[in-house]
């Protein structure tokens, strides 16, 4: 609280780390890449957790828990994926440490693996090893299971829940019977996704699927929502695959039909992580610190007494709890802040940092008036209200905070969004950052060229874009429709 | 569902290890020590999560997320803390793989870390390490935060739940500014514990203490619950450490008081894990699959339709709609299973393996009577119920079976306990299993002694238990109090 946070304006990057820490949202851990995810920001993940695995459920998806340790060799059963994951990761050689005269504690020589374990970089080898013994027949499918784990990957350069070491994320894996029945199912975990995004996140997406070079690894179509940050780069905040029967193939996995005829069984998976904290950070806050859309606050109200002294508080406080009821009442999370030993002051700049949606405060004039004053934290304005009814008013300005929010992210997409017909121009637009719609001939070749002169990649083919074809910027070839590029975290 | 599964009087351990097999609960995964929690038990798993992380809200406490890996140094800084925990664990030496031309995928020894990491058996000391830079002075405490996460401890002989290598639990670690505090901290978590324990798991527990050989590595005293299982064996389902200022001193974490005096921190912690899916399933199940307190079972009615055509099914599906939906607006789960793949006589019997409580079926008589079967899990008695107010009816037989699980636990386990006054009796009666309380000289030469002649040990010196002195069995020295000895999980 006492050394004032870089501006946006100023150096954006050293704003987001300021912001991270200042608003007690996580910090880097003594162990190189890992991160602490503190109470504060912990509490906004587990609501995002919450509203996703409902979605999940509501999508007919079920939780289970697989093993923490991928043996080296399931990496090499799936060619493409032991290209993309298991390079950099964390090894495990040994079970054993021993104490050395000398050295203190140290590994014990004798206690050495037969087999190095990975630590799961993603699930889907271990999985389908497991889903190996479960599918027999048509009937055992689909499968529709998700879990809640830790991943590790080991990142040279990391930024909080942006890039670290370990995250923290859910990854669902179905096994169908039917490629259709895939297809559908990892488009709809797409739509949930965005929905997702839209709704709670108050983050517009776009959705899309990505190019061959930026697939994962594994699949064979990648789809992806990629949204806009404040600073003209773009996010890819979940991703869903269609992994074909790539998976069934290298694991065995093969079931009877109803005519008795065996085939590889048709898998998805699809995955978010705390990285959507990184996201939710660089959509909406401002350079007084966190602004949280209403519903993924833990805290959606703050009330905050000013009082001379110990009679006005006790007066105070009894003026205000029959409002904490009735917005309790409503389902609304309320934080009455009578601790005498913080001043007023101080606890505006801290729930201004910390991002509570709405502050209330209640001094004597108040009291006198049957007012209360009420400030909104996206707008930073503020009124003074008639204290009847406060628990209609207050929900209804939630909903109008989590619909400005979205209104003003999309606003800010949308101005930084630009159609580029030719090459040069692109370079030029892309230094001021932004979704290029731009014409591409199809090539990982021109990609990578554009990626190599530019910094910029594409990030999806649009699903629901313009279709209309043209011709590539860059090499005047035939182009299908627009694709998205943008530099990009 | 083909095979029979063991009966638990003819071998009780292989009845259980039937059992989680055979009610989806579990299964072994080919990674040494690990399981894969299936959907079923998993689901199981969220309900006894949402009990506790209420319970533990409730009591003021937080979440977050500290890093999988501890850095080797780390575990050398508590002396008893790492005998304890830091030999048998799963030891990370390196960050990449590569290719070998003849080998495959092997790992890279350019790529060695400097320290190696330790997946976490326990997060005392990264914890610590982090307090550090949380607390500064007394206006910092108390911390009372608790994480969610995986751990490993690298053991031998495994068993699905209650010992394997990695396994998911919680963890509470608190600091306070007075041992008053962390001592009042402790009992309070114990307290959480056994009310859990008896309130969801309608599991009745000992509240105790340890022995100082028993106790917690790096602890100043464990508390604990004791449940007694079906076969006679005690199992620790819980325990809460007062930790002193051991951590404290071995990390540096010190504060500042009122007086402006530095002094270290005190703290505890306490957990519980996956095991307590152990417990459950040893405390209820029968020869018939599991048994679930309607508290913790993810669906607490199935409604069968019986049927001999679909007209017939389609009729019932009206019949039954209107009880679905009654029972469902009591916040009861319901499942209307009308699979007209599957036979009634096959459902039956995989929701009664399943543990589902209340089984409720429907046939054509039904329709004619407004009458339905309903079967209760517990005692596998069936009644006919007429249909009006059925949901009434359920929701008070949902509220008996949790009571009479608790108390056909309770019965068990004081019909499994004895006191024994001579070293000779207890010999005898160890071999029948069961709680046993004896004095005991408070030694551990005394108490070791037992455990290598008897297999017993000392599971807690009871903290309600009877105060009256006497003289230890075995050396025939002066006894504060009974202790209780049983052979243990």
């Avoid at 110990?310 to 409503?330: F, H, T």
């Amino acid at each position: 609280m006492s050394e004032v946070m870089t501006k946006r304006a100023t150096d954006y990057s050293q704003w987001y780390n300021d912001l991270v820490l200042k608003a007690d949202l996580a910090e880097h851990s003594e162990v190189r890449g890992c991160m602490v995810i503190k109470p504060h920001g912990y509490a906004i993940w587990e609501k995002m957790q919450a509203a996703l695995d409902g979605m999940f459920k509501a999508t007919g998806h079920v939780n289970a828990y697989f093993p923490l340790f991928i043996p080296v060799s399931y990496f090499a059963k799936e060619a493409s994926h032991v290209e993309g994951f298991a390079k950099e990761c964390a090894v495990v050689t040994h079970y054993r440490l021993k104490t050395d005269p000398v050295k203190g504690i140290v590994v014990d020589p004798e206690a050495k693996l037969e087999e190095p374990l990975i630590i799961r970089p993603t699930s889907e080898t271990i999985i389908w090893n497991t889903y190996r013994g479960w599918v027999k027949s048509y009937r055992d499918l689909p499968l529709l299971i998700n879990q809640w784990a830790n991943v590790v990957r080991w990142e040279m350069r990391t930024r909080l829940f942006l890039r670290t070491a370990e995250f923290l994320w859910q990854e669902g894996h179905t096994a169908h019977a039917t490629k259709e029945e895939a297809v559908e199912e990892t488009m709809r975990m797409l739509d949930v996704y965005a929905t997702f995004a839209e709704e709670w996140l108050a983050m517009p997406v776009i959705k899309g699927v990505k190019t061959q070079s930026e697939r994962f690894a594994g699949a064979e179509d990648t789809y992806c929502i990629e949204a806009l940050m404040q600073d003209g780069k773009a996010l890819q905040a979940g991703t869903s695959h269609f992994l074909g029967q790539n998976f069934a193939k290298a694991f065995d996995v093969l079931f009877t039909d109803k005519e008795n005829k065996q085939s590889h069984v048709w898998a998805t998976s699809w995955g978010v992580s705390t990285r959507l904290m990184g996201a939710l950070i660089m959509t909406h806050s401002d350079d007084h610190g966190l602004v949280l859309p209403p519903k993924l606050a833990p805290v959606q109200v703050v009330i905050v007494p000013i009082a001379k002294n110990g009679d006005q508080l006790a007066a105070i406080d009894s003026y205000v709890a029959p409002m904490v009821s009735a917005l309790r009442a409503k389902g609304i999370t309320v934080k009455y802040d009578n601790d005498d030993k913080k001043k007023p002051g101080w606890k505006f700049a801290e729930y201004e940092l910390k991002g509570y949606p709405v502050r209330i405060a209640v001094g004597p004039r108040d009291m006198e008036n049957g007012t209360v004053e009420v400030a909104r934290r996206d707008t930073l304005e503020k009124e003074t209200l008639q204290a009847v009814d406060l628990a209609d008013k207050v929900e209804h300005l939630l909903q109008a905070i989590q619909a400005n929010l979205y209104q003003k992210a999309l606003a800010m997409r949308e101005a930084g969004t630009r159609a580029v017909d030719s090459y040069a121009e692109f370079k030029e637009v892309i230094e001021g950052g932004g979704f290029i719609y731009a014409h591409w001939d199809g090539t990982p070749e021109t990609e990578e060229k554009v990626k190599q002169e530019t910094k910029a990649t594409i990030r999806c083919i649009p699903l629901n874009g313009d279709r209309t074809p043209g011709v590539c910027m860059v090499t005047g070839k035939p182009s299908a429709q627009r694709v998205i590029f943008a530099r990009a975290y």
